[in-house]
């Protein structure tokens, strides 16, 4: 069975920071691209910033410049580091990624989502 966990979410003030991480694991053959959505109360689901297997990032554009989306593939993991952050940022942020697994299959899988609050 294919998982996605990721952990990193919680409480920060305005123009504070946080780290979230997303580990793969499972019958995986192979990762292509990883990225991380975000859903805020009321409002559709998001594309926060993403990155191919070959490294090429792209982002929101209302989080250009204070997000940064990386990966380690020997972890088979994500991360999104998160600074200056804004009362906006706040919601559900969900991990994506586009696997290949055992078995032939290849498609989008899902994290669980980890809270994101910014507020003082």
């Known amino acids: 069975q294919v998982q996605l966990v990721e952990s990193g979410g919680g409480l920060v003030q305005p123009g504070g920071s946080l780290r979230l991480s997303c580990a793969a694991s499972g019958s995986i053959v192979n990762i292509y691209a990883m990225g991380w959505y975000r859903q805020a109360p009321g409002k559709q689901r998001e594309l926060v910033a993403a990155?191919?297997?070959?490294?090429?990032?792209n982002y929101a554009d209302s989080v250009k410049g204070r997000f940064t989306i990386s990966r380690d593939n020997a972890k088979k993991t994500v991360y999104l580091q998160m600074n200056s952050l804004k009362p906006e940022d706040t919601g559900v942020y969900y991990c994506?990624?586009?696997?290949?697994?055992?078995?032939?299959?290849?498609?989008?899988?899902w994290g669980q989502g980890t809270q994101v609050t910014v507020s003082s």
């Open positions: 994506n990624a586009d696997l290949w697994v055992v078995g032939g299959y290849r498609g989008d899988y």
């Open positions: 990155i191919s297997s070959g490294g090429s990032r």
